[in-house]
């Protein structure tokens, strides 16, 4: 149990870290509060990580 909660922490702190890179250096902009508008740089980025993440540190 132990093990699921720590790489669920590590894993919502490194897509947090994204999304704050991501709209620091402009490539991911905040849109108007309260629409939400898909965006492939975003899914692309959070995926890249996760997918990263994963081969280093699996689930199982």
Known sequence: MH???AHAAVAAILI???VW???KT???TE???GHFQWNW???G?????MFVFN???PYN
Request: hydrophobic content about 65%; cysteine-free.
């Open 31 to 33: 849109r108007e509060k």
């Open 45 to 49: 980025a959070i995926f890249l990580v």
């Open 16 to 18: 947090y870290l994204t």
């Open 55 to 57: 081969i280093i540190w």
């Open 3 to 5: 093990f699921d909660f």
């Open 26 to 28: 402009g490539i991911v």
């Open 41 to 43: 740089k975003l899914f």
């Open 21 to 23: 890179v991501l709209r």
